[in-house]
T-cell receptor, first 113, second 114 residues
């Protein structure tokens, strides 16, 4: 079974903390994505990566950074967590081929207090 | 830029009745369209996709979707709804002009009433 695994299902962090969200895929996919999901706003792209050490900003990159040192792992970093970053974070991966779907992790619900 | 609209925030249907969840899209070039489902506190699960060929696409769990190029629509359908189909549904288009990113609609919450 193909898998995208996010390191935590639920996280509670304090304002100002540095937060790491980890994502690992076992499908040898080239592309990896980080989205955040908020009610009524759907999924918004934070960052994506199409190769190791490559990254591109999505629609809402402010306050976030990413790291992709290995093909299977894509990390999202909140440099200094704020309460407006409380959200559901979803990692996904896909092949480069335009006709292929994305596979999602189970999501991390982050609460910043 | 590619975009996706889901005009209904909520769809209610009685169990056993047919269901439709609507999606319209705007793309430059050929559309690559996808439907996903999300159950509470879970990630998204892939249901089906349209790439080319037949306008009626069949997918998982008895779902199908009808592609209509003239109306730029890709509506999700099921002939007979189950209570267990209650979930959040997302339509998406793959944006090959922007890193092959997936652009999602805002989602439609489906409630199937017993």
């Amino acid at each position: 079974d193909v898998k995208v695994t996010q390191s935590s299902r639920y996280l509670v962090k304090r304002t100002g903390e540095k937060v790491f969200l980890e994502c690992v895929q076992d499908m040898d996919h080239e592309n990896m994505f980080w989205y955040r999901q908020d009610p009524g706003l759907g999924l918004r792209l934070i960052y994506f990566s199409y190769d190791v050490k490559m990254k591109e900003k999505g629609d809402i990159p402010e306050g976030y950074s990413v790291s992709r040192e290995k093909k299977e792992r894509f990390s999202l970093i909140l440099e200094s967590a704020s309460t407006n970053q409380t959200s559901m974070y979803l990692c996904a991966s896909s092949r480069t081929n335009i006709d292929t779907e994305a596979f999602f992790g189970q999501g991390t619900r982050l609460t910043v207090v | 830029a590619q975009s996706v609209a889901q005009p209904e925030d909520q769809v209610n249907v009685a169990e056993g009745n047919p269901l439709t969840v609507k999606c319209t899209y705007s793309v430059s070039g050929n559309p690559y369209l996808f439907w996903y489902v999300q159950y509470p506190n879970r990630g998204l699960q892939f249901l089906l996709k349209y790439i080319t060929g037949d306008n009626l696409v069949k997918g998982s769990y008895g779902f199908e979707a009808e592609f209509n190029k003239s109306q730029t629509s890709f509506h999700l359908k099921k002939p007979s709804a189950l209570v267990s189909d209650s979930a959040l549904y997302f339509c998406a288009v793959r944006d090959y002009n922007y890193g092959q990113n997936f652009v999602f609609g805002p989602g439609t919450r489906l409630s199937v009433l017993p």
